[in-house]
């Protein structure tokens, strides 16, 4: 199996890497948490093929989602999935409030993925 490296010698990247580097790291993390599964990028282009609905696209959030999940590169955040996906930045705690909820995530991910 082969590994993209990242710019500093002897480190790996576990992690898929938005193709716009002046994206901000709220951003680039989100993105992350939008393709943390196998087969994402696929999705969210026939997606993007659909003209999807904010009903659709808030689905599609919650499904790549899932139940729970975050990391910790490039910063921490994390992610919730179900009626009402949500997206911590800097925070794992599910009882603090969300950086990112409703439309406002809706809207976002629609700039990030074009959609």
């Known amino acids: ?37 196998a087969g994402a990028k696929e999705r969210w282009e026939k997606i993007r093929a659909l003209q999807p609905t904010d009903a659709q696209v808030k689905r599609a959030i919650a499904y790549e989602f899932g139940i729970y999940g975050g990391s910790t590169s490039p910063q921490t955040h994390a992610h ?5 996906p949500k997206f911590w930045m800097d925070d794992v705690n599910l009882y603090n409030p969300p950086t990112l909820t409703g439309q ?3 809207d976002l991910v629609r700039e990030i993925l074009d959609l």
Request: net charge positive.
């Open 104 to 106: 406002a995530l809706i």
């Open 1 to 37: 199996m082969s590994r993209k490296k990242h710019r500093c010698q002897g480190q790996i990247s576990l992690f898929p890497t938005p193709s716009l580097p002046e994206r901000s790291i709220l951003e680039q993390c989100l993105y992350q948490s939008l393709h943390s599964t």
């Open 80 to 84: 919730a999935g179900g009626a009402n």
